[in-house]
């Protein structure tokens, strides 16, 4: 089965701490995103990367920066977390850009920032 | 900005109806897709519709595409108290998929 695993389920940090998500896929996916997830907003793409050490901005990536280092690990680093940041973080993997490329999730990283 | 809207926003239904679920959007499309995702988890495809296909089966799925009207809906037949979950849409552009902000269904048993 195609994986894509979150580090961590639950988070709890405090305003001004740095917070890494880390996602790991194995199934030797070219592409991985970053969305956020928030009542009433759906998802919304903070990051992707279609190779290694490459990324793009998606719709909000303000308070966020990305690192991919290797193919199967794309990390979401939030350098100083605020309150405003409290949600539910996904990463998703796919194989490519073609178009019938469909989304792997993984379980998702709920964070709480106080 | 988010490119689908689903209808409605929630949806209770008795066991063994049938739910259904509408999606609209704003720009072409390669492809439109639908997610599911149950309470506090990551999302599951579904089912994948191409933009020169009218309408998709897979099992008790049914997803209809009409990109004249630039809409989609999903049909789930005979439902199980297992199908409570939302539900997304989700179109893909060149690089992003886009999600709309889904329908959350309620089986009750």
């Known amino acids: 089965d195609v994986k894509v695993t979150q580090s961590s389920r639950y988070l709890v940090k405090r305003t001004g701490e740095k917070v890494f998500l880390e996602c790991v896929q194995d199934?030797?996916?070219?592409?991985m995103f970053w969305y956020r997830q928030d009542p009433g907003l759906g998802l919304r793409l903070i990051y992707f990367?279609?190779?290694?050490?490459?990324?793009e901005k998606g719709d909000i990536p303000e308070g966020y920066s990305v690192s991919r280092e290797k193919k199967e690990r794309f990390s979401l680093i939030l350098e100083s977390a605020s309150t405003n940041q409290t949600s539910m973080y996904l990463c998703?993997?796919?194989?490519?850009?073609?178009?019938?490329?469909?989304?792997?999730f993984g379980a998702g990283s709920r964070l709480t920032v106080l | 900005s988010q490119q689908g809207e689903e209808d409605p926003q929630a949806l209770s239904i008795q066991e063994g109806e049938n739910a259904t679920m509408n999606c609209s959007y704003k720009?072409?499309?390669?492809?439109l897709q639908w997610y599911r995702q149950n309470s506090g988890r990551g999302l599951v495809h579904l089912i994948l519709?191409?933009?020169?296909?009218r309408e998709k089966h897979s099992g008790r799925l049914r997803v209809t595409l009409d990109t004249s009207k630039k809409s989609s809906s999903l049909l789930i037949t005979a439902s199980r108290a297992a199908d409570t979950a939302s539900y997304f849409c989700?179109?893909?552009?060149?690089?992003?998929?886009?999600f709309g902000t889904g329908t959350r269904l309620k089986v009750l048993a």
């Open positions: 998703a993997s796919s194989p490519g850009f073609s178009g019938a490329n469909v989304l792997t």
């Open positions: 989700a179109t893909s552009g060149t690089y992003k998929y886009i």
């Open positions: 720009t072409s499309i390669n492809n």
């Open positions: 990367s279609y190779d290694v050490k490459m990324k």
């Open positions: 519709i191409r933009s020169n296909e």
């Open positions: 199934m030797d996916h070219e592409n």
